[in-house]
């Protein structure tokens, strides 16, 4: 039963790669994540985005995984680590969806 109990809570806490969605900037445009990226709004409302997952540092500014798809977690001292390396989110990896 225990396990059980485990292994819903891991299935939940998991993060879900299909809940990307965009953002609409303050002049009305949309930006959207790459495939299997993370996107952001900064301090200003821009929108920054992650080539993979991306987590807040201490700072708050975002820290994103360099790989495609990749991993980034906070260890028990505070700082981030990342699949394939760390970079900050920026605005070069959004995407403009066009008709």
């Not at 939940?12 to 299909?18: A, E, G, L, T």
């Not at 991306?54 to 991993?71: A, V």
Request: aromatic letters at 8%; a positive charge.
């Amino acid at each position: 039963m225990r396990s059980i109990l485990l292994a819903t809570l891991l299935l939940f806490s998991i993060p879900s790669w299909s809940a990307s969605y965009c953002l609409k900037t303050t002049l009305g445009d949309y930006v959207c994540p790459p495939p299997f990226g993370h996107i952001y709004a900064d301090k200003l409302g821009n929108p920054l985005c992650g080539k993979g997952q991306c987590i807040k540092d201490r700072l708050g500014d975002y820290k994103c995984s360099k790989q495609d798809g990749g991993f980034a977690i906070k260890n028990d001292l505070g700082d981030i680590l990342c699949t394939g390396g760390c970079e900050p989110a920026s605005e070069k990896n959004c995407q403009i969806p066009k008709p």
